[in-house]
């Protein structure tokens, strides 16, 4: 299940709550986000 | 340096009172409430009108515990997730324990707030200066934030995005799943 996000523009003033789109999951993926790196930024 | 200095019994005017709005060291842009989603995504907030911007996180809270927040650039209304951040902190916990964090070649920035526990409570806050985003080069940013990690821990430092680029807007996400929330505002340093 892809999350929901917020989006606000500033130019418009318009905040809007999607799912996010299957490009935008792919990044996210792409980025390290997944639910088992949870514990990957524990600090030091 | 004062815009007007005013004597004893001198009138307030409205161009007075235009002029000192117009000349605020910090000129607001926007503001908002993050909650309920797992994203925050601000675009078109980075313009030519300023230089550098500040960005003001606070009553930040996560779904779940265990979680970092992160930030990435974005331009256009799509987000840079390219490997060219690299983030470091000093950090220091109440406890006096050290909290130091860093990693280079990221796709995504650390922004210093981290919280290891008690879900759904205020916990964490962060400011973050962002120096020439709408330039065509590396964009500096710097940091002081607070979160919670046994204890309540506070980070000093910044990140780098490498690539000779300009953004329009960012995005604050966290280290995993789980939604974030928090209230934000974004301010521009006036220039002259």
Same mark, same amino acid.
């Given at each position: ?44 | ?64 515990? &265990? ?6 650039? !974005? ?19 109440? =406890? ?8 280079? &070649? ?13 879900? =759904? ?23 002081? &934030? ?17 690539? &000779? ?24 340093? !006036?220039?002259?």
């Amino acid at each position: 299940m892809k999350p929901q996000e917020t989006f606000h523009n500033v130019e418009t003033g318009e905040i809007t709550v999607r799912e996010i789109s299957d490009e935008e999951y792919a990044a996210l993926i792409e980025s390290g986000w997944t639910p088992e790196n949870a514990e990957e930024a524990t600090p030091e | 340096m004062a815009v007007k200095t005013f004597t004893t019994g001198e009138v307030l005017t409205a161009a007075d009172t235009n002029t000192y709005l117009n000349n605020g060291g910090l000129v607001y842009i926007t503001s908002g409430t993050q909650s309920g989603t797992t994203a925050l995504n601000v675009d078109g907030c980075f313009t030519s009108t300023y230089q550098n911007y500040r960005i003001i996180l606070n009553a930040i809270q996560v779904s779940t515990a &265990a979680r970092a927040l992160r930030l990435q650039f !974005r331009a256009g209304g799509v987000t840079n997730a390219n490997t060219f951040y690299d983030y470091a902190y000093n950090g220091y916990r109440a =406890n006096g324990t050290t909290n130091n964090t860093g990693l280079a &070649a990221q796709s995504f920035a650390e922004i210093g707030t981290y919280i290891d526990t008690f879900a =759904n409570a205020t916990l964490g806050a962060c400011t973050i200066d962002v120096l020439n985003p709408q330039v065509t080069d590396r964009t500096m940013s710097l940091v002081i &934030a607070q979160g919670y990690e046994g204890a309540y821990a506070y980070r000093s430092g910044g990140f780098v995005q490498g690539e &000779a680029v300009s953004f329009d807007g960012f995005r604050i996400t966290l280290s995993g799943t789980g939604n974030v929330g928090f209230n934000y505002t974004v301010y521009g340093y !006036r220039k002259a």
